[in-house]
């Protein structure tokens, strides 16, 4: 529920989170956005407020050139950002999300492998 700084995400700005090279899960991987007054998937344009390695509903997100994978979280698509990689959230509501590992594998108990923390972009 909160950035990098310890601020509440606003949905009229930009955020980012990177899941380290090797993601720990043995089925799939997936960040779902929700509303903090309702608690349900947050309502949006983008209809399916989801990015992970699954491609469907939506485009399955694509690693980086060094096998980390970036997740943006913003009202617009950040320019050269693919639709896969990008979460829509909605100027004037709060929002969380849930990174959700299927099958974890022993580097998410152990912890030798944890994701960035979700840090302002702009």
Known sequence: MLDADKNHFDGAKTYKVTLPKGIPEANFWSFTVYDN??????DTPQRYPRA????????AAEPDADGA???YFGPTQPAGVKRG??????????????????????PFFD?????????LVR
């Not at 992970?52 to 485009?59: E, L």
């Not at 990689?85 to 022993?106: A, D, H, V």
């Not at 912890?111 to 840090?119: H, M």
């Open 85 to 106: 990689n990008w979460i829509q959230t909605t100027p004037g509501k709060g929002w969380f999300t849930i990174l959700r590992l299927y099958s974890p594998l022993e």
């Open 52 to 59: 992970g390695s699954q491609s469907y509903p939506s485009p």
């Open 111 to 119: 912890k030798s492998w944890r994701p960035s923390e979700i840090a």
């Open 69 to 71: 994978t970036t997740i």
């Open 37 to 42: 007054m309702t608690r349900s998937m947050l």
